[in-house]
């Protein structure tokens, strides 16, 4: 689902206390950052991002319920049905695949791979094909049939953690790529990455960086806000503690990756000029509403080719510096088990 009219406010200093406890320290002191109102047919709702004033975690209250959440991960929401640029999305996904099993066997050799939040499956995929013992699962059923057509040595599973009787210590690597963020309550995830983890073995979480300096120039219209799917928004400082608290050690972050902060800053900076929000992911996914106005469509259109070419450089610039400040607008950590 895309959430197309979308008004936000930003309300800076405190304001009345977050219903909802930190997810991370269970504080319950925090700090209004911004609200963010959603008016669309599926949502139409006021959000709220809170700074706890304790550990720094940042975090959506009100929080959709379970059966609300999974209403806005349809299948348009892991793959396009009608995407125009096949070609050239397979290189750079592939490319995506290739940089991260690299990264990855930095850390740790060939072995048993659980991709959590696995979508697509091109990641399972791709570890398969290059000798792990991969398998991937998520809740969504569509992700499950999508990523289970292509043939390979790789298993899909649809649900949770807790759907599986999984054994304690059998894995050598759990990835969750853009994952974390979505999940309420992280604590018990990332214990139970621990438990699953053999000795030695190594967990891979990537997220938006909240304080990176995407989020901090482009501010309420930051593409890695994504409210409200995205429940709690990471810094290094917060995702360490996260990784710490689950018995984490060794943890390294890093802040070069540039296959989604280049975009992630040019989509948030044209967000500001378009009409309707998303225009540039819709358009990239042949997803731009039936019903948006041919003047708005036109005018959104025209703003893309003028201004897209001149920022999209500025953009990798920015999102390169950004990284090698150790200010990048997405960060990775991985972490080992002792």
């Known amino acids: 689902m895309s959430v197309h009219a979308m008004n936000v406010a930003y309300a800076p200093g405190p304001d009345a206390l977050a219903t909802e406890d930190c997810p991370l320290c269970d504080g319950s002191r925090s700090t209004?950052?911004?609200?963010?109102?959603?008016?669309?047919?599926?949502?139409?709702?006021?959000?709220?991002?809170?700074?706890?004033?304790?550990?720094?975690?940042?975090f959506v209250d009100p929080?959709?319920?379970?059966?609300?959440?999974?209403?806005?991960?349809?299948?348009?929401?892991?793959?396009?049905?009608?995407?125009?640029?096949q070609t050239l999305?397979?290189?750079?996904?592939?490319?995506?695949?290739?940089?991260?099993?690299?990264?990855?066997e930095q850390h740790v050799r060939s072995g048993r791979l659980l991709d959590i939040g696995s979508g697509d499956g091109r990641f399972v995929h791709h570890m398969a094909a290059n000798g792990w013992d991969a398998t991937g699962i998520d809740f969504s059923p569509a992700a499950r049939d999508f990523a289970s057509q292509f043939s390979s040595r790789a298993r899909f599973l649809v649900g949770s953690l807790e759907d599986y009787d999984?054994?304690?210590g059998r894995l050598d690597l759990i990835t969750l790529w853009q994952v974390l963020e979505h999940i309420g309550e992280p604590?018990?995830?990332?214990?139970?990455?621990?438990?699953?983890?053999?000795?030695?073995?190594?967990?891979?979480?990537s997220v938006p960086n909240?304080?990176?300096?995407s989020s901090q120039l482009t501010g309420e219209r930051w593409w890695g806000l994504d409210v409200p799917r995205h429940l709690v928004h990471y810094s290094p400082g917060t995702l360490r503690r996260a990784l710490d608290q689950a018995g984490f050690r060794d943890i390294r972050i890093r802040h070069q990756l540039l296959q989604y902060d280049p975009y992630a800053l040019l989509h948030s900076s044209?967000?500001?000029?378009?009409?309707?929000?998303?225009?540039?992911?819709?358009?990239a996914k042949g997803h731009v509403p039936s019903d948006m106005d041919a003047r708005d469509y036109a005018y959104n259109l025209g703003?893309?080719?003028?201004?897209?070419?001149?920022?999209?450089?500025?953009?990798?610039?920015?999102?390169?510096?950004?990284?090698?400040?150790?200010?990048g607008g997405f960060i990775e950590a991985f972490a080992r088990r002792d």
């Open 270 to 283: 044209l967000d500001w000029v378009f009409t309707q929000r998303h225009f540039l992911s819709d358009l």
């Open 32 to 58: 209004l950052l911004h609200r963010v109102t959603l008016k669309s047919e599926d949502i139409a709702r006021t959000f709220e991002l809170r700074k706890c004033q304790d550990c720094e975690l940042v």
């Open 303 to 327: 703003v893309l080719l003028l201004l897209g070419p001149m920022l999209t450089p500025v953009c990798v610039m920015t999102a390169t510096a950004s990284a090698c400040l150790g200010r």
């Open 210 to 213: 909240i304080e990176g300096f």
């Open 166 to 168: 999984f054994r304690p």
């Open 89 to 104: 999305a397979s290189w750079v996904i592939d490319f995506i695949q290739t940089s991260r099993r690299h990264r990855i």
């Open 187 to 205: 604590r018990p995830l990332l214990h139970r990455c621990h438990d699953l983890l053999d000795r030695g073995g190594v967990l891979v979480v």
């Open 63 to 85: 929080r959709l319920s379970d059966s609300e959440l999974v209403k806005l991960y349809d299948e348009d929401f892991y793959f396009s049905t009608q995407w125009p640029y």
